[in-house]
Nanobody
Framework: QVQLVESGGGLVQAGGSLRLSCAAS????????MAWFRQAPGKEREFVAG????????YYADSVKGRFTVSRDNVKNTEYLQLNRLKPEDTAVYYC?????????????????WGQGSQVTVSS
């Protein structure tokens, strides 16, 4: 069973930066696409960013494009999300997800494994 463990969340002022990490318990070569989703209180979980196994293809939600960067290190079995120029509306629990297929879609059903979530709070 694959386990995904997120870290790096916290409280930051608007305009600041954070870096989230997602460590997988097995080599990420056994996992294909990975992604980040987020869920704010009272809202549905939404896609933030996705990356294919090779790292060549990356996808972003319009709301974070140009501010967030997704990457992965298949040697360290870790996925990252760099969050820059944070806004209060970015406040949410951020979830790492992984799929056995190399399809970094925006649909939660694509992903087989999920992390426990990491809280990101942006103050104004």
């Amino acid at each position: 069973q694959v386990q995904l463990v997120e870290s790096g969340g916290g409280l930051v002022q608007a305009g600041g930066s954070l870096r989230l990490s997602c460590a997988a318990s097995i080599p990420t070569s056994n996992i294909k696409a990975m992604a980040w989703f987020r869920q704010a209180p009272g809202k549905e979980r939404e896609f933030v960013a996705g990356i294919t196994w090779s790292g060549v293809s990356r996808y972003y939600a319009d709301s974070v494009k140009g501010r967030f960067t997704v990457s992965r290190d298949n040697v360290k079995n870790t996925e990252y999300l760099q969050l820059n120029r944070l806004k209060p509306e970015d406040t949410a629990v951020y979830y790492c997800a992984a799929s056995r297929l190399d399809l970094a879609t925006k649909t939660t059903g694509t992903y087989d494994y999920w992390g426990q979530g990491s809280q990101v709070t942006v103050s104004s």
